[in-house]
C-alpha cells in the first residue's frame, strides 16, 4: 500500500512539476518590467544557468520520492539551497547590480524558495515522507509563483489572461 500511494504522489509530482516546467526551452521573448531585463549580460547568465540547474535538481527529486532514496533526496535538496546567485563568486560590482535591479520581491521569493530546499534537505533527512512531498509542492508553487510574476517572457501561458468583457461560463 505505501508503495503503491508513494508511487501514485511521484506521478501527481510529475504531472504538476512538467506542466509548470513545459515551457522552459521557450524562447519567445517580449518586453517586461520586473528589473530583471536590466541585467548585464554577464548576470542573466549566470540566472539561467542556476535556473536550469534547479530545474535538473527538481526532476531529479521526482524518481528519488518514489525509490523512498532520502539521501539522494537530501543531497539534491542541500545543492539546491547553497545554489543562491548571490553566494557564487560574484564581484562587488555584480552584487551591486543585482541589489538595485532586482525588485525587493524577487530576493524574498528567491529567499523562500532556498527556506523550502533547505526544509526539504531537512525532511529528507528524518525520511519523512509526507513532509518531503509536502515541502517539494511548496518548491513547485515557489516556482509557480516567481515565473508567473518574473518570467512570462519565457513561460507566455503563465501570463494573466487579458479580460476581453465578454461574458461566459
Sequence with gaps: MKST???????????IFMSLSVHA????KQEESTGIEALSPA????LTK???AIQ???MSVIPAYAAGNWNEIETIAHNIKNSYILKQSLTD???HELHSSLPASFIEQDQQFHYYSGMLEHA???RKPELVGFYFSKLNEACFSCHS???THRFPALSPEKDTGEHTH
Design 5 to 15: 500511494s508513494r508511487a501514485v504522489c511521484a506521478g501527481t509530482l510529475l504531472a
Design 56 to 58: 535538473t535538481g527538481m
Design 149 to 151: 510574476q518574473f518570467a
Design 25 to 28: 526551452e521557450n524562447t519567445h
Design 124 to 126: 529528507a533527512s528524518m
Design 50 to 52: 542556476e535556473m536550469l
Design 93 to 95: 560590482e555584480q552584487i
Design 43 to 46: 548576470l542573466r547568465t549566470l
